[in-house]
């Protein structure tokens, strides 16, 4: 046999040789490699409607990182903010299926699925953060969790993300008084607890995705729109209107969600760890949301807006000359009507 002959014995012995080396190599490096960097046994997805520069979307990152951390890489969970994976329903449709593992959804929306939750979209209830957390940390809040939770489908998970009180804004003119709402073509979320408060107080309200409002506003599709002044700064609106009347007609605040299955395929010291960070997430958020409302309106006046004083009670008088919670009453029933009365009074 000649030397350009082939030896398919020592051939093998070195593939043998070769994988050999190959797997000292590979195992060396797993030996020397973060924990955390290892693949993730539960890679769950987080979905939001806000823009990635809200508080919320922040508070949540910082919560993302804190669960990776502590647990170790076994948990990844990756955030998608903006509707990046749809529109709310679309996105409750996915969490509902499995498809996506957490959300959050605000509580107006969450009542097209879940009736209950639409209670706190009752306009004019609150009046300030006490009564709103004394409802929504307390008994209505654990009620409207328990009905989540009876769906089969999603479970609620930790206190609600503060989204701030709702404002109107305008293309057209200032909001002071309820007569300054007639006629005015204002979007509202896709749910009836906003349509039925802006169609007793003679506007026309007008159901629109959140992502497609800017576009609405900048075609003049609609006059005006609510939201509260954080998502007026963060969706730059002020681009597209004139003036913003502080009504703080409707608490706007957001559940986190997440697919039954999904949830309970995490070990209880997994669910655990979850928790405590969205909790102190949440309580890092609501903080934000104060300090920003106190800055938010000096720098929005800086960007153009016209801002307008409003006395809530007038509007208050004017929805109590209607059957407007006559027939909130009525659709939520009286244990959920007296329980949100036990924090903000008497209603109509």
């Known amino acids: 046999m000649d030397q350009h002959t082939k030896n398919p014995l020592g051939s093998k012995r070195r593939i043998v040789l070769k994988a050999s080396l190959a797997a000292g190599i590979t195992a060396g490096f797993a030996a020397i490699l973060p924990r955390g960097v290892r693949a993730a046994e539960f890679n769950y997805k987080f979905a939001t409607a806000l823009d990635a520069g809200h508080p919320l979307n922040k508070r949540a990152g910082e919560a993302l990182e ?7 890489g076994r948990l990844d969970i990756k955030l998608f903010p903006a509707n990046q994976l749809g529109s709310d329903a679309d996105t409750l ?37 006490e009564q709103v957390w004394k409802a929504m940390d307390g008994a209505l809040g654990m009620k409207i969790r ?22 109107v804004t ?28 802006f169609t007793a107080l003679g506007a026309g309200p007008t159901p629109l995705n959140y992502n497609e409002l800017y576009s609405a506003l900048q075609t003049h599709v609609v006059d005006g729109q609510e939201n509260p002044l954080a998502l007026i700064n963060s969706g730059k609106f002020y681009e597209v209107q004139k003036y913003c ?8 605040g957001f559940w986190t969600l997440a697919n039954k299955d999904a949830w309970s395929r ?9 928790e405590t960070e969205f909790a102190r997430s949440v309580q890092d958020q609501r903080a934000d949301i104060v300090a920003l ?56």
């Open 266 to 274: 995490l070990p209880p010291d997994l669910q655990k760890i979850v």
């Open 170 to 197: 305008s293309s057209l003119r200032p909001v002071r008084s309820p007569a300054d709402l007639a006629g005015l073509k204002l979007r509202v979320p896709p749910n009836p607890a906003y349509t039925s408060l």
């Open 146 to 167: 328990d009905d989540v939770n009876r769906t089969g489908k999603i479970v609620a998970i930790g206190g609600l993300w503060d989204n701030g009180f709702r404002q």
């Open 93 to 129: 449709s996915q969490t509902r299926s499995g498809a996506v593992e957490f959300m959050t959804l605000g509580h107006g929306n969450l009542g097209n699925y879940v009736k209950s939750s639409g209670i706190a979209s009752t306009g004019f209830a609150f009046t300030n953060y």
């Open 293 to 348: 409302g106190k800055s938010l309106q000096a720098d929005l006046s800086n960007k153009g807006l016209q801002f307008s004083a409003v006395d809530p009670a007038a509007f208050r008088s004017a929805l109590g000359k209607t059957r407007f919670y006559a027939d909130m009453r009525q659709k939520y029933g009286n244990d959920y009507w007296g329980l949100l009365e036990q924090a903000v009074g008497k209603l109509g």
């Open 245 to 252: 009347s502080l009504t703080n007609h409707i608490w706007d």
């Open 66 to 72: 804190r669960i990776r951390a502590a647990t170790n």
